[in-house]
């Protein structure tokens, strides 16, 4: 079992809809949470920065940590089709050394 | 402009040459990363460094080899060894172990 899992989608809505991105991790020790976004042939640029549990908000997006379900989730707001891109999961503890990171979603919102 | 700089930004080599890639980052962080992206695959991670003239092994290093002489730079060589060279190589830092990493533009390597 991979330590952080993520849906590889296509996940393909429309223009306007709410996106609801996630990842599952095994590790209860997690406790630094990160969202990054990466374009076709881009590197990954981080959209999202959290520590422990609960929500932040920025702009269209919401990052949410549910720590007890080892959960979290990336909500995108009144989606457009610029948010296509994938979305990459990354995670860490105290007492680790590096990210460990998801397999990342792909994306798709159509006009 | 802070950031981190990746170059080249495409490079071709042929079989059995070693490579080097080049990785400059002037924001100060003490952490640098590389990794490599396959089509439709996450990042895995070949090799890190917490401190200058100090870095470990990630999870796919063989084949590769990086030095770490100054805080500012962290080349990655892909050997000879290295069986399937070709692929998008991500170069990151961050300000510690527990800060988020920031990325540069990747280079895409091809060999032939």
């Known amino acids: 079992q991979k330590e952080v899992e993520q849906d590889p989608g296509p996940l393909s809505v429309p223009e306007g809809a709410i996106v609801s991105l996630n990842c599952t991790y095994s590790?209860?020790?997690?406790?630094?949470f990160m969202w990054y976004r990466q374009y076709s042939r881009k590197g990954p640029e981080l959209l999202m920065y959290?520590?422990?549990?609960g929500n932040k908000e920025d702009g269209r997006f919401t990052a949410q940590v549910d720590k007890s379900s080892k959960y979290i989730s990336l909500f995108i707001r009144d989606s457009q089709p610029s948010d296509s891109a994938t979305y990459l999961c990354?995670?860490?503890?105290?007492?680790?050394?590096?990210?460990?990171f998801g397999t990342g979603t792909r994306l798709q919102v159509f006009p | 402009d802070g950031g981190i700089t990746q170059s080249p930004k495409y490079l071709f080599r042929k079989e059995g040459q070693n490579v080097t890639l080049s990785c400059e980052q002037n924001?100060?962080?003490?952490?640098m990363y590389w990794y490599r992206q396959d089509p439709g695959q996450g990042l895995r991670l070949i090799y890190y460094?917490?401190?200058?003239?100090?870095?470990q092994k990630g999870d796919i290093a063989e084949g590769y080899s990086v030095s770490r002489e100054k805080k500012e730079s962290f080349p990655l060589t892909v050997t000879s060894a290295q069986k399937n060279p070709t692929a998008f190589y991500l170069c990151?830092?961050?300000?510690?172990?527990?800060?988020?990493?920031?990325f540069g533009q990747g280079t895409r390597l091809t060999v032939v």
């Open positions: 990151a830092s961050s300000d510690g172990t527990n800060t988020e990493a920031f």
């Open positions: 590790n209860s020790a997690f406790q630094y």
């Open positions: 959290t520590y422990s549990s």
């Open positions: 990354a995670m860490s503890s105290y007492n680790t050394d590096k990210l460990i």
């Open positions: 924001l100060n962080h003490d952490a």
């Open positions: 460094s917490q401190i200058v003239n100090d870095f």
